[in-house]
Structure formats: structure tokens, C-alpha cells
């Protein structure tokens, strides 16, 4: 609720009286929770305020673009504070009270940073005090100290202390955080499917996606565990960056020599998995019944960021040769020649030429998928008893599939690895494993 209080003028009469910031946010939090209080009596009702002070002043919501450009320059390259303060009021009469203060260094950025922030952000942070929104331009900062709640303007862990002093019944649990790391990341699908594993499970957390550019995703990362999230996922282009942020990880994921997953150990340091291929390969035995990677070779199509996880997965499960093709040679060889001598490398116009021998068929190009170029690849020759699998998941059924199973082939398609791949990070990040049904496929297919 938004209880429409004269901010400003508060603001101003108290810093006449030379308020300390923190009272001021205090006050203002008063002021909202007891406007709602009024209307409703009998509950608990939380009052929050956030004000940012930096060399004594505090900074509002910025009036224009230019107002904008100046305060950032102010702040750049400068530790601000950033104080949050809630209240709880029942009955018209203050609760609970709690003021948090966090250490926010913003980095230093040039007049055209500035002027491209502004032009990009100027609609979604005229509202923001200080003009921005962390959560959505984390790297804006090179260091924080404080708490990621704090930040928000909601202090949960304090206030779930106090609601469980006064109900000892139905402790609440503290949240928990992850987010998905990428650079673009809006069209990632990742916090559906742990949204909905949180409320499936009646889970106390969140999951968030954050878009890190690449030249900043090091000091991001670090800053982002520091105000406490318990991993990530991370996706394009940050996969090999991951990998070495770590302080360890995965033997699988030493091996595909990126990481999608980073978890947080229970001494603190950074551990990095890559559960690409476990998705792949519990996709393919969950949704098929024949499927014996051990019977023949297997044939790869494509050679970037997925076809690694593909081919160490289908190896440690035993598939005893595979057959590598890619519009791009040198990068196959390239794959080939890290990954095992077990995989040989066919050019891109002899993919058809191992068809026979293959019993299983990876598409892992970005072919086939809508808007994309269709895939041509010839299936005449194909082993019927093969099983043919594609990445893509949009279209659910691709063409190759349709193709396949007009051949007689089990086909699988790509939503399972999606959906498999994030089982593993929530299960370290969440404490629960999750369940993968139908359900879940639905809805991210909606
Ligand atoms: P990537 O690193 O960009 O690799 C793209 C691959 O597609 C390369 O092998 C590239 O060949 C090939 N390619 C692109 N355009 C081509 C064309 N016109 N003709 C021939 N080959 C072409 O992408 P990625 O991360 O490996 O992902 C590949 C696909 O898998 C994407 O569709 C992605 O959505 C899907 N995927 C699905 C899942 C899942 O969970 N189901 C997970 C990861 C990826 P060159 O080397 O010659 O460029």
C-alpha cells in the first residue's frame, strides 16, 4: 500500500531542525505505517522509509535528467549511505522499530557513462532516491556493505526476529536468495522454474535475474555474495568467467571448462558446477525407455557453448565414439582435440555420411529454433533405432524431430534439459530437491 504522505515537507522541517537522517527516515517510516494503522486496526502493519546521505546530504528522487546526471556524478567513484528504516505498528501504536545503514561504493563513471545511464534508466529510476534501482544495475557499485533486504527497504531477517518472538508457534524461516547472471538476461527462463519450485514447496526465498555486463561481472559477483545470496546460475557470455571465479568446482565442470551453477559453501567459499549435461542426460533417460548410450556411436551437431556439456555427458555415460560436425571446422577440432580422442570430427556437408552407424542424434545448434535458419540435414540413411534429440525447445518439436519420428527414431525434445539442468542449484541454494513434472513444463511453455 503507498499511504500518499507528505514526504517533503517532512523531510524539509526536519532536517530544519537538524533531524539526523536516520531519525528522518524513521519518522517518515512512522508516518506511513500509522496513516495505514489507522485503517486497519487489529493489524500488524510495516512502515518503511530509505534515504540516502552522502557528505552529509541527503539525496532525493532526481527532479530531471539533468538533476539526474549531477547527483551521479556526485556519487561516483564516492561511498554513499543508504539507511532503511521500518517500523511496526499495530493499533495505531508503534511496535517495533529498526534502522539499517549499508556502505554502497559506486564506481567511477565517465560524463558518456553517466549520459547513457541516463538515457537508458531515466523512466524506471526517476522515482529511486539517488536515481537508481540496485537490483537492476548492481554493477553501478564495486563494493557494498550491508544486506540485500536492507537494500530493498525491507529488513526481513530483523522483522521475522521480532514476528517470531511474538508468535512462537509457526516460526518464520529467513529467505533465502539466487539469482540467474547474464548479459542480455530478460528472455532467461530461470526464475519461473525456481518461482515456482519456492511456492511449490512453500519455501521462504527468492530468485531474481541479473543483468551483468561482462567487463564488471567479477566485482559484481563478489558484492552480490557479500549482501548474501547463496549462488547463481550464470549463463551467456559469463559461463567461463564463472569457472574461474570459483575457488573450486565440479570435476564435470573442470572438464566442459565452463560453470553454469555457483553455490556458496557452508565455510563460505565459492564452489562452480556445470549441470548442463546432467540435464542433458536425465532429460534423455527420463523420457526415454530404450535409450542405451552404450550401443554405438553418437553424432553431435554444432560445436559452442552447449555441444561442450554435451560431449563430456554422453561420454561419461558411456557412449564409446561420437561424431563431431560444425558449420566451422577449426572449432570442432578445437573441442575434439580438449575434450577426448574418442570424438572425431566429421566436416559439416558429411554430417549424413555417419547416419547409419549413430544411435544417438544431438542437435545442438542453434538451428531448427524459431526465427532462426531451418536446420538441412538429410535423414534418409538414419538408423531407426536411434534416438534423435534437439536443444532447441522452440518450437517444442522441431523439424528434425517431426523428421525422426516420421523415420520410426524416439525423439526427445529440449525442455527437459532446461527444466533437469536447474535442479541441482536450487537443491544446494534451497535445501530441497525439486521435483521436475508437468506442471513446471507447462508452465514455462505458457
Ligand atoms: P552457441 O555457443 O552460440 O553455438 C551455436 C552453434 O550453432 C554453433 O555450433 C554454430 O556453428 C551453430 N550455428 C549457428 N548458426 C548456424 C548456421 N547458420 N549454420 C550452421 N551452424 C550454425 O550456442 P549454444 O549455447 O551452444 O546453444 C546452441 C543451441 O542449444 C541454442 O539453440 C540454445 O537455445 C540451445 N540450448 C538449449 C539448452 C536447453 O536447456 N535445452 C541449453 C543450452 C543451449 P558455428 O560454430 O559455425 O558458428
Not at 554405438?296 to 565414439?321: E, F, Q, T
Request: aromatic share 8%.
Amino acid at each position: 500500500m503507498s499511504p500518499q504522505i507528505d514526504e517533503e515537507n517532512i523531510t524539509k522541517s526536519l532536517s530544519a531542525e537538524q533531524a539526523a537522517p536516520r531519525d528522518i527516515a524513521d519518522t517518515l517510516a512512522e508516518h506511513k505505517a500509522l496513516k495505514i494503522s489507522r485503517k486497519n486496526l487489529d493489524c500488524w502493519v510495516i512502515g518503511c522509509d530509505q534515504i540516502l546521505v552522502f557528505e552529509g546530504e541527503i539525496f532525493g528522487k532526481p527532479a530531471s535528467r539533468e538533476a539526474l546526471k549531477d547527483s551521479l556524478s556526485r556519487l561516483s567513484g564516492q561511498t554513499h549511505r543508504l539507511i532503511t528504516a521500518n517500523v511496526i505498528y499495530k493499533d495505531c501504536k508503534p511496535q517495533w522499530r529498526h534502522i539499517a545503514i549499508s556502505y554502497m561504493s559506486m564506481r567511477s563513471m565517465s560524463a558518456a557513462e553517466i549520459d547513457a545511464y541516463v538515457a537508458t534508466y531515466w523512466q524506471e529510476v526517476k522515482q529511486a532516491a539517488g536515481g537508481y534501482h540496485f537490483e537492476r544495475t548492481p554493477d553501478l557499485f564495486f563494493a557494498v556493505r550491508g544486506n540485500w533486504f536492507d537494500i530493498m527497504g525491507l529488513s526481513i531477517g530483523p522483522i521475522i526476529g521480532f514476528l517470531n518472538q511474538i508468535d512462537t508457534n509457526n516460526p518464520y524461516q529467513n529467505p533465502k536468495l539466487a539469482a540467474v547472471l547474464g548479459h542480455p538476461i530478460a528472455q532467461s527462463k530461470s526464475p519461473r522454474i525456481h518461482g515456482h519450485w519456492l511456492e511449490k514447496n512453500g519455501i521462504s526465498g527468492d530468485y531474481i535475474a541479473i543483468d551483468i555486463p561482462p567487463a564488471h561481472f567479477n566485482d559484481t559477483l563478489n558484492m552480490l555474495f557479500d549482501v548474501g545470496f547463496s549462488g547463481f546460475n550464470v549463463t551467456i557470455p559469463h559461463k567461463e568467467q564463472a569457472l574461474a571465479f570459483a575457488d573450486h568446482m565440479s570435476p564435470r565442470a573442470q572438464r566442459i571448462g565452463a560453470a553454469n551453477t555457483l553455490i556458496k559453501t557452508d565455510i563460505g567459499d565459492i564452489r562452480a558446477d556445470n549441470t548442463d549435461g546432467y540435464g542433458f542426460i536425465t532429460n534423455l533417460s527420463t523420457q526415454s525407455e530404450t535409450w542405451q548410450p552404450k550401443a554405438g556411436p553418437a553424432l553431435v551437431l554444432g560445436a559452442g557453448g552447449a555441444a561442450r556439456a554435451i560431449l563430456v555427458a554422453l561420454l561419461d555415460v558411456g557412449v564409446p565414439k561420437i561424431y563431431l560436425s560444425n558449420r566451422t571446422r577449426a572449432r570442432a577440432d578445437d573441442l575434439a582435440a580438449e575434450i577426448s580422442d574418442l570424438i572425431e570430427v566429421i566436416d559439416w556437408q558429411d554430417k549424413e555420411d555417419v547416419l547409419p552407424e549413430a544411435f544417438t542424434v544431438v542437435n545442438s545448434t542453434s538451428l531448427g529454433m524459431t526465427g532462426k535458419a531451418a536446420l538441412d540435414f538429410d535423414l534418409t540413411d538414419i538408423n531407426p533405432h536411434a534416438l534423435v534429440t534437439d536443444l532447441i525447445y522452440a518450437p517444442l518439436e522441431t523439424q528434425l524431430l517431426k523428421d525422426a519420428r516420421g523415420r520410426g527414431c524416439e525423439v526427445v525434445g529440449g525442455i527437459g534439459m532446461l527444466l533437469h539442468q536447474a535442479v541441482p542449484g536450487f537443491e544446494a541454494w534451497f535445501g530441497t530437491r525439486p521435483e521436475v513434472d508437468q506442471e513446471l513444463e507447462a508452465l514455462i511453455l505458457t
